[in-house]
């Protein structure tokens, strides 16, 4: 069995990536029910409420889309923590397959920019900041935390911010 039920009823099929297959209350839901740090977060703290914050604080239209749908992978194979990636060179090469083959072309998002990767960095150390107990982030060859209050959501608050989210993107970039 190649394939994973999705929480709309549908299959996501390992074997036979197509972007049929990816839809967004997919995404949305798994996203809001996956916690960021492996859960080990003051209050949980969801990829989709992460993937909102970075898509909110990006002033390009197309780029904020592409910060919202960065961690869409997540929706169908678990995160790992980058410090055990570099060990496992396969699942960042079946973590791009799925976005080559299944989610980027499902939503017109072409990859992953430099300004979202930056997004991204910016809010690892600003939730690191306020979520962790720890300092690591505090070392000098780190950015600055951005200047934003992360709040405690509901998952289902997170679920519906990201629809929402999307449908302001994507009705932004098709006009």
Known sequence: MPWISTYTGGRFDFDNLRPEQVKIEDIAHSLALTNRFNGHTKFPYSVAQHSILCAHLINDRRLAFDALMHD????????LSSPLKRFLPEFKELENKIWQQAIAPAFGLSGKYAAVKMM??????????????????????????????IEEWTWTRAESEFLMSYYQYKGKNDN
């Open 72 to 79: 869409a992978t997540e929706a169908y194979m678990p995160d």
């Open 120 to 149: 991204d960095i910016e809010m690892l150390i600003t939730e690191a900041s306020q979520l962790l107990d720890c300092n690591w982030w505090k070392e000098p060859h780190w950015p600055k935390p951005i200047d934003i209050f």
